[in-house]
């Protein structure tokens, strides 16, 4: 296979659980350009040496008109080493919603931008 390049998906649970899944991605970054959403964001952080932590409530719903939100951990943008940056801040609990390292050709978001919160959330036609 030779991809122009990759989307990593969402997924469930604590991504420090799937160590096997940070290696197979530690394969491909560098070699094309990556995407990441919500789990596979916080996978990246982690590649990228980032660490993640569980959050005291999480982010549920779509509570802002940004995209919509559900996940349990997030990454502390402190640990991230320099040359990766935080391109996207949560307005309210400051968490990363977003990484980018450029070098790399990486980008991620914790939320999910494919969505349409609201009303039409749910309807296929509107998404």
Request: with cysteine; aromatic share 6%; glycine share 12%.
């Amino acid at each position: 296979m030779n991809p122009d390049g990759v989307l990593f998906s969402n997924g469930r649970g604590d991504p420090a659980a799937v160590p096997y899944a940070v290696e197979t991605v530690k394969e491909i970054i560098g070699k094309v350009p990556v995407f990441g959403i919500c789990m596979a964001h916080q996978l990246l952080g982690q590649v990228l040496g980032g660490k993640t932590f569980k959050m005291k409530f999480g982010h549920h719903g779509g509570n802002l008109q940004l995209g919509t939100f559900n996940h349990n951990y997030a990454i502390d943008p402190a640990s991230l080493p320099v040359g990766v940056e935080v391109t996207h801040i949560n307005l309210n609990d400051k968490s990363c919603a977003g990484l980018a390292c450029p070098e790399l050709k990486l980008m991620s978001l914790q939320y999910h931008p494919e969505s349409s919160p609201g009303p039409h959330d749910s309807d296929p036609s509107k998404n």
